[in-house]
């Protein structure tokens, strides 16, 4: 079966420090890669997905980049965290596109706290 | 107004009761899913509708599907304290594409 983990739980860090935050996927093959911030009782905001190895699209202008360097990893980085970087962060897969049902499978997510 | 909104924004029933759940979209969409969040969890899939469905079963669960009003609701019946939750309603626009638009949710409580 499919995991998908995430890593670490909670996270607090000072305005202007480096982040970098990873989750992988195990028990499937080119899955498609998605990373979601959702701030506190509200819906989720898509960052960035991935189809393949390198190939990242970036879903709107902010402070963080995301790259991944192998098949089922995915990182979320970001070189100087401000105070609105704080949020909940989460990743999550989906089968490669071609078929109609794609749902999408989540980690447990990352609680990112700035300072 | 953002594709994919539900409502209400909170709901308060009794255990027992049966909880209903609203989301409203703007373009036309290939499917529309349920999700539930626990609170400080990820989602989990509950339940996926495809456009030419206009119901869906999937034990307690019950969705409808309207494309002609753009709108899906999200039934559960014989609600239980453990369905106490966030529920959110995801569309996506075409055959096969990647990204879902997630609603900002339908905050569920259920008092024992």
């Known amino acids: 079966s499919q995991t998908i983990h995430q890593w670490p739980a909670t996270l607090v860090q000072p305005v202007g420090s480096p982040l970098s935050l990873e989750c992988t996927v195990e028990?499937?093959?080119?899955?498609?890669l998605y990373w979601y911030r959702q701030a506190a009782g509200r819906g989720l905001q898509l960052l960035f997905y991935?189809?393949?190895?390198?190939?990242i699209s970036s879903e709107v202008p902010q402070n963080l980049s995301a790259s991944r360097p192998q098949d089922r990893q995915f990182i979320l980085s970001s070189k100087k965290l401000l105070l609105s970087d704080s949020g909940f962060y989460l990743c999550?897969?989906?089968?490669?596109?071609?078929?109609?049902?794609?749902?999408?499978?989540f980690g447990p997510g990352t609680r990112l706290t700035v300072l | 107004s953002q594709q994919g909104e539900e409502d209400p924004q909170a709901l308060s029933i009794q255990e027992g009761e049966n909880a209903t759940m609203n989301c409203s979209y703007k373009t036309s969409i290939n499917n529309l899913q349920w999700y539930r969040q626990n609170s400080g969890r990820g989602l989990v899939h509950l339940i996926l509708?495809?456009?030419?469905?206009r119901e869906k079963h999937s034990g307690r669960l019950r969705v409808t599907l309207d494309t002609s009003k753009k709108s899906s609701s999200l039934l559960i019946t014989a609600s239980r304290a453990a369905d106490t939750a966030s529920y959110f309603c995801a569309t996506d626009k075409d055959f096969g594409n990647e990204k879902l638009t997630f609603g900002t949710g339908t905050r569920l409580t259920i008092i024992p």
């Open positions: 999550a897969w989906s089968r490669i596109a071609g078929g109609s049902d794609n749902e999408q499978f």
């Open positions: 991935s189809i393949g190895i390198d190939q």
């Open positions: 509708i495809r456009s030419n469905e």
């Open positions: 028990g499937t093959s080119n899955p498609n």
